[in-house]
């Protein structure tokens, strides 16, 4: 799968700090998927590259260059997480340890932590130390989805960077590119236009298939009964990926929130205009947005282990107790 690179323009903000010297703590902020991550890929490469352009861009065929596609630069730190697991102090205790020893074939070393609010508090603590007084030629970068969550000692330490935003239209086009047809790209890069990683992920997992008969029984849950919830719920429970039906309700929820704003024109969901309008003129914004809250916070309410069945009971039951006090009628997909 082929990288986005930044034009020299968007790349410029970029480029004038590695002139000026690039700062030893930074961070960079994201979704998981966006184009962040390829651009955080870029810097690094960038940092430790023997021959970087005049733009700032990685020469790509220098030893430096050539390790870190092999996977195997020595100057390279990265500590990650999967998917609501955290980031335990055992690992940053070997990051510091790695930041302390002289570069072995770069001019820097270079620890890259993601997601950084994945750290627990020992952990970030361990790593606050070495952000205060970092070794000389060490570079930490803190990718972060959502750096409210971090420690305000450690955002306080880090110099945030600005990365170009996605361009109109880039995203179908990196799809397609990736032999993608053209429809189907389209379709996830109305969902996912400031995420070409996640959509692609979404591709490959056969989700463009799946994902209209999700969207077929969230639709019809309002005009059942909570049994018929309840009942979705149990089902899904065993299956289902939950932060995968996250992505779709909080989808869904944004286009009825345009609805009511009338705003038909920027829906993701367009194959199922008439129901969502149906169902966002028949309910009220506050009932939306609270709605959006609980999705959106599901991602911690999973980091405590919480039992998955029960919360998306929850979910769903309050999914539907949106229209219950207004009966949605003639909703059809
Ligand atoms: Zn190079």
Not at 99 to 127: F, G, H, K
Not at 166 to 179: F, K, N
Not at 263 to 269: A, G, K, L, Y
Request: some cysteine.
């Amino acid at each position: 799968m082929s990288a986005q690179r930044p034009t020299p323009a968007e790349w410029q903000p970029i480029q004038s700090l590695l002139q000026a010297g690039l700062p030893q703590a930074m961070l960079a902020v994201g979704e998981s998927g966006s184009l962040v991550g390829q651009y955080c890929d870029e810097l690094q490469q960038v940092a430790l590259c023997f021959a970087p352009s005049a733009q700032g861009l990685s020469c790509g065929t220098c030893r430096s260059c050539r390790l870190l596609v092999e996977g195997n630069h020595p100057d390279l730190l990265v500590i990650t997480a999967e998917t609501g697991k955290r980031i335990a102090i055992d690992a940053v205790r070997h990051a510091n340890d790695f930041l302390a020893y002289t570069p072995q074939v770069s001019a820097r070393r270079w620890l890259r932590v993601e997601p950084a609010e994945a750290l627990t508090a020992a952990a970030a603590n361990a790593l606050l130390k070495t952000l205060e007084e970092p070794a000389a030629r060490a570079h930490i970068l803190l990718l972060s989805e959502r750096p409210s969550q971090l420690l305000a000692t450690i955002r306080s330490r880090l110099q945030r960077l600005s990365f170009p935003a996605a361009r109109p239209g880039q995203c179908v086009l990196w799809l397609e590119g990736l032999g993608i047809p053209p429809a189907e790209a389209l379709w996830l890069s109305r969902q996912f236009a400031n995420r070409p990683l996640r959509a692609w992920q979404l591709w490959e997992s056969g989700w463009v298939t799946r994902c209209p008969s999700w969207i077929d029984m969230l639709l019809s849950l309002p005009q059942q009964s909570p049994v018929a919830a309840l009942r979705l719920a149990d089902n899904w429970a065993k299956d289902v990926d939950l932060l995968l039906l996250r992505e779709l309700m909080l989808s869904l929820l944004a286009d009825l929130l345009r609805l009511r704003n009338h705003r038909p024109d920027s829906i993701v969901h367009v194959d199922y205009l008439q129901s969502l309008e149906v169902m966002a003129q028949s309910t009220q914004a506050i009932s939306l947005w609270e709605t959006l809250e609980e999705w959106i916070r599901l991602p911690e309410s999973l980091a405590q282990n919480r039992n998955v069945g029960m919360m998306l009971e929850t979910l769903l039951l309050n999914w539907i107790s949106i229209w219950s006090r207004e009966k949605v009628h003639g909703i059809t997909s």
